[in-house]
T-cell receptor, first 113, second 110 residues
């Protein structure tokens, strides 16, 4: 009964390093999302994938790339990490279209020094 | 995108007290959800409520879709209700991706 699984849970990067956050869901959902959460800012959408084979930019996509590897997996890549990308990252999934609840992973705490 | 305003930003309650949180949307939404983020950062679904009223234990929510707002009622609050409450909404214009408010931070004291 895993739901949405994110890895890693914690990561410290140096400025300029690259890394990939992995996300997998086992609920056969069509849509997947990456959000970031900063203090006092709520959750802001980085990228989303409405269905397998499609990806779209959200509110704050700069500095990130995504890959919808298959229906289960949606990864987020930081090509050249910057201190401004220090944040908590949440992956989420739900069935496509409006009538369904979204489910979140437990979050990935990323610090860029 | 959809702008979501939540009020109040911060709230302190004594255990057993009641309160109401509010969420206003800049556009019509056909998907509206309330979440609770516990002190460990976990986001928990409370309600999927694009319209009408629902109840879950000591919590209830009401959405007036025509006026673009939703209310979350906390009754007989407990210390375990502490955390941050978020509302979020989406419509076809946003690709059904949820837009979040900045949250209401609630502390319930013994």
């Amino acid at each position: 009964n895993a739901g949405v699984t994110q890895t890693p849970k914690f990561q410290v990067l140096k400025t300029g390093q690259s890394m990939t956050l992995q996300c997998a869901q086992d609920m056969n959902h069509n849509s997947m999302y990456w959000y970031r959460q900063d203090p006092g800012m709520g959750l802001r959408l980085i990228y989303y994938s409405a269905s397998e084979g499609t990806t779209d930019k959200g509110e704050v996509p700069n500095g990130y790339n995504v890959s919808r590897l298959n229906k289960r997996e949606f990864s987020l890549r930081l090509e050249s990490a910057a201190p401004s990308q220090t944040s908590v990252y949440f992956c989420a999934s739900r069935q496509q279209f409006s009538g369904n609840t979204i489910y979140f992973g437990e979050g990935s705490w990323l610090t860029v020094v | 995108g959809i702008q979501v305003e939540q009020s109040p930003p911060d709230l302190i309650l004594q255990e057993g007290a009641n309160s109401t949180l509010r969420c206003n949307f800049s556009d019509s939404v056909n998907n509206l959800q309330w979440f609770h983020q516990n002190p460990w950062g976990q986001l928990i679904n409370l309600f999927y409520i694009p319209s009408g009223t629902k109840q879950n234990g000591g919590l209830s929510a009401t959405t007036v879709a025509t006026e673009r707002y939703s209310l979350l009622y906390i009754s007989s609050s407990q210390t375990t209700d502490s955390g941050v409450y978020f509302c979020a909404g989406s419509n076809s214009n946003s690709g059904y991706a949820l837009n979040f408010g900045k949250g209401t931070s609630l502390l319930v004291t013994p």
